[in-house]
């Protein structure tokens, strides 16, 4: 927690109890859907705000258990968003 501003830390602190769940909910989500999903496609089909999945997003991306496809998709925003996939599909269609 070096580094943290009293507020991020609140934030972090209370954040951190459903972290793991929320980065399960994004992985399974991910799983279920091979052709991959935007975050805002995977927060709609989850059923959770994009302020609670997105940063799992990150944290899921750095734990190489997600990757960019490479592709893009507009986001309800009109902007281009990466599409993500589940690393273990790929491990998954590399042993069929």
């Known amino acids: 927690m070096i580094g943290r501003t009293g507020t991020s830390a609140a934030a972090y602190a209370g954040i951190a109890p459903v972290a793991d ?5 994004v992985h399974r989500t991910l799983c279920e859907h ?3 999903l935007t975050v805002d496609e995977a ?12 940063p ?3 944290e899921l991306r750095k734990k ?3 990757r960019d496809t490479g592709q893009r998709r507009r986001n309800v925003s009109g902007a281009n968003a990466i ?3 589940a ?3 790929d491990r998954k269609e590399a042993q069929s």
């Open 43 to 54: 927060c709609a089909i989850a059923g959770y705000p994009r302020y609670s999945l997105q």
């Open 87 to 89: 690393t273990v599909l």
């Open 21 to 25: 769940h929320l980065r399960a909910i």
């Open 34 to 36: 091979p052709a991959g």
């Open 64 to 66: 190489a258990m997600i």
């Open 83 to 85: 599409v993500w996939r």
């Open 56 to 58: 799992r997003f990150t």
